[in-house]
């Protein structure tokens, strides 16, 4: 919302410079936590609650500038669809004649380039806790198909009880476009930037996989893949390493930390210049990096891809993908991909790792298997419509299920609650999808629901007396799910 001008900042008993958002968020303004390309981040505290949080404002070069206010009220917006362990959350949204605040979640700790500095590479053990802890936020994100685009150590803060939490959206954006300029300018930092983000081709969720491959790269050996440095001639070259030139192995660029093989498979598969034959997403880096890291059978380590020599870096899609289980289809994914079939795949010892005819055939029965099971349950649903003990023909208000609004005006807000902050209002006979499981609170029933407001993505909590179940008859599901059968036939 737009509001007053908040009052003249004021010289606290310490010397700091003061300043009251919302009515009831002071800002130290003295001593900025972090700052980035278009924004800059100040402590603060609640005084209604005493608790510390953080408040994010753009730089005064861009306060006068409307798209780029705008893009700012788009990352606050995204932020609130984003509630994870791993992800510093979004309080509040307040914006005021001078300059739009975002009130966020305070991070206390340092950044991992902070540690890095400090102490230097981290082990294995410790490289693998962290991975599984940011992938596991980016994977979160890009279920709301969004992409992060500046992952970095400057942007993960680790805190005391060394949880890592994903900081700054100023770049994110939804998947599939080219990324978005600011004031004509495109950011980024050339250390972590992927080769189809710096020559502006459409981002996805791979491009965060190379950023996150940097970022390992730099927990491994203490310094991100191409040299880091300052000055424009200096990203330049970065940035061309970027485009043109294999990164060095792991093993070779640090050999006085033995590191094992494995991590050259590992890492440089996140590393690839083309998007389709990375990681598909970086949840499976993670899984990979951490079975190998805890991996204590007599078996040789699961491997990405073929052994990288030194003359030899994967470029092209191999007949193992990085995900170690399956043949690609023709964007570098697994066909039948199952992390339960995987695990007991790889427990099959190395006779069965070895022999690639037996995997293909395993791969066959079981798509033979699946193919049959689904035309079973379209006959079922064509002449029955419904399937037995799966889905009934009765439409209800719950998780997957499709919901009209039937009230005018009503509202979408960011967590369940009245007093929670309106994301959007959503007017009758608009169709929301219930994401989730229903939430009590205030007296009323909160359906957590996911809309679309033009191009902008909304996720968000509705209370129950402003929806139903989208047809009485639950015609409208059996033809939804029949459609979902055709298209995976």
Not at 463 to 477: K, Q, R
């Amino acid at each position: 919302m737009i509001a007053d001008t908040p009052p003249p900042p004021t010289t606290g008993a310490d010397g700091s410079l003061r300043t009251v958002v919302a009515g009831h968020y002071e800002v130290d303004l003295s001593t900025p936590l972090g700052s980035g390309g278009m924004a800059i981040v100040y402590q603060g505290r609640d005084l209604r609650t005493r608790r510390l949080v953080a408040l994010k404002t753009l730089r005064l070069e861009f306060l006068g500038d409307p798209d780029t206010r705008a893009r700012f009220r788009r990352e606050a917006r995204s932020m609130a669809f984003v509630q994870h362990p791993n992800v510093a959350r979004l309080y509040d949204l307040f914006e005021d004649n001078n300059s739009p605040w975002a009130i966020l979640e305070y991070v206390p700790g340092r950044s991992l380039k902070e540690e890095l500095a400090a102490n230097g590479p981290l082990d294995l053990e410790t490289t693998s806790y962290f991975l599984d802890q940011i992938a596991s936020a980016l994977t979160h994100l890009h279920t709301k198909h969004l992409v992060h685009l500046d992952v970095k150590p400057h942007n993960l803060v680790v805190t005391p009880d060394r949880t890592v939490k994903l900081i700054d959206f100023g770049l994110a954006q939804r998947v599939g476009q080219p990324q978005e300029t600011i004031g004509g300018q495109a950011f980024g930092t050339a250390a972590y930037l992927a080769p189809e983000q710096a020559c502006g081709d459409s981002v996805s969720a791979a491009t965060d996989v190379y950023a996150l491959g940097c970022v390992v790269y730099e927990m491994l050996t203490g310094a991100p893949p191409f040299a880091n440095g300052t000055g424009e001639e200096v990203k330049e070259d970065i940035i061309r390493a970027h485009l043109e030139q294999p990164p060095t192995r792991l093993t070779t660029k640090c050999p006085d930390l033995n590191l094992p093989a494995w991590v050259d498979d590992v890492v440089l598969w996140a590393l690839v210049k083309q998007p389709e034959d990375r990681y598909g997403e970086a949840i499976t880096f993670a899984r990979l990096f951490h079975t190998n890291v805890h991996d204590e059978s007599d078996d040789p380590p699961v491997s990405s891809g073929p052994a990288i020599t030194a003359r030899t870096i994967p470029f092209a899609p191999s007949p193992i993908t990085p995900n170690g289980l399956s043949e690609p289809d023709s964007v570098g994914r697994p066909i039948f991909g199952n992390q339960v079939v995987g695990a007991a795949y790889r427990a099959g010892g190395r006779h069965l790792r070895r022999y690639r005819g037996t995997s293909r055939r395993i791969w066959q029965l079981i798509g033979l298997v699946t193919v049959a099971n689904v035309l079973l349950a379209l006959a079922l649903l064509v002449n029955h419509g419904t399937l037995p003990g799966v889905i009934a023909a009765d439409a209800t208000l719950a998780a997957g299920h499709e919901a009209r609004v039937v009230a005018e005006s009503f509202r979408i807000r960011a967590e369940p609650g009245l007093n929670a902050t309106t994301l959007t209002m959503v007017e009758t006979d608009d169709v929301l999808a219930i994401t989730g499981g229903a939430i009590a609170k205030d007296g009323r029933t909160w359906w957590p629901v996911a809309f679309t407001d033009g191009n902008d993505p909304i996720q968000g909590y509705i209370a129950e007396e402003g929806i139903a179940p989208l047809n009485d008859d639950g015609t409208a599901l059996v033809s939804d799910l029949i459609d979902k059968v055709r298209d995976i036939l």
